[in-house]
Nanobody
Framework: VQLQASGGGLVQAGGSLRISCTAS????????MGWFRQAPGKEREFVAA????????????LYGDSVRGRFAISRDNAKNTVYLQMNRLNPVDTSVYYC??????????????????WGQGTLVTVSS
């Protein structure tokens, strides 16, 4: 599976951005898809995930560090593409965002162990 992320860029705090990831090399509708991010000097962290048929979504929701209600993951299986709509962005959201694909949900949607395939990342920079 090859994953190509796009749509990153520079946005002001409070603004919105939608990033995309297109997959090839495997039946997209059979893949669990996720978004992760990594800020400079920090470990990679889970952001959002969506099941194969889009019947369930899952978001980072740690106290004081939540994207729930601001970010929305979606997918278009006809276009082999997963999206991450990011609203009310703030500077702490600045990161390289990676899309990832997995063939099953055996380790949980929020675990990077679920995802065998990773894209190259797209940089999102939020200015204050």
């Amino acid at each position: 599976v090859q994953l190509q992320a796009s749509g990153g860029g520079l946005v002001q705090a409070g603004g919105s951005l939608r990033i995309s990831c297109t997959a090839s090399g495997r039946t997209f509708s059979g893949l669990v898809m996720g978004w992760f991010r990594q800020a400079p000097g920090k470990e990679r962290e889970f952001v959002a995930a969506i099941t194969e048929s889009a019947s369930r979504t899952y978001y980072r929701a740690l106290y004081g560090d939540s994207v729930r209600g601001r970010f929305a993951i979606s997918r278009d299986n006809a276009k082999n593409t997963v999206y991450l709509q990011m609203n009310r962005l703030n500077p702490v959201d600045t990161s390289v965002y990676y899309c990832a694909a997995g063939e099953s949900n055996s380790q949980g949607l929020g675990s990077d162990k679920t995802y065998a395939y990773w894209g190259q990342g797209t940089l999102v920079t939020v200015s204050s």
